[in-house]
Nanobody, 123 residues
Framework: QVQLVESGGGLVQAGDSLRLSCTVS??????MGWFRQAPGKEREFLAA????????AYGDLVKGRFFISRDNAKNMVYLEMNNLKPEDTAIYYC??????????????????WGQGTQVTVSS
């Protein structure tokens, strides 16, 4: 069964750090990405990592603050988030990138999504 399950969200204060986890089941050799969606806004690309972990990509708004990693032996993908700001408040999703579909930046290029985990940053 193909399944992505995010965890690690919660309520934090501005300036705090948080690490999100994505447990991957039923998928092998997939590039993975993280997105977020705030109320009334479109889903936003955050980060992506190739399946061997050799290459990463980041959205401009989080570059230098967020870091993606993976542990294929544990079937896990992580998003380390530092210096969180109230505008980072959103539901965070991990997703599996469709093979050969091109850019990491577009949500339409991802075929499997988790249910999301809420991150709330208070000021």
């Amino acid at each position: 069964q193909v399944q992505l399950v995010e965890s690690g969200g919660g309520l934090v204060q501005a300036g705090d750090s948080l690490r999100l986890s994505c447990t991957v089941s039923g998928l092998n050799s997939y590039d993975m990405g993280w997105f977020r969606q705030a109320p009334g806004k479109e889903r936003e690309f955050l980060a992506a990592i190739t399946w061997r972990g050799g290459n990463t990509a980041y959205g401009d708004l989080v570059k230098g603050r967020f870091f993606i990693s993976r542990d294929n032996a544990k079937n896990m993908v992580y998003l380390e988030m530092n210096n969180l700001k109230p505008e980072d408040t959103a539901i965070y999703y991990c997703a599996a990138h469709n093979l050969g579909s091109g850019s990491f930046y577009y949500a339409s290029n991802y075929g499997v999504w988790g249910q999301g985990t809420q991150v709330t940053v208070s000021s």
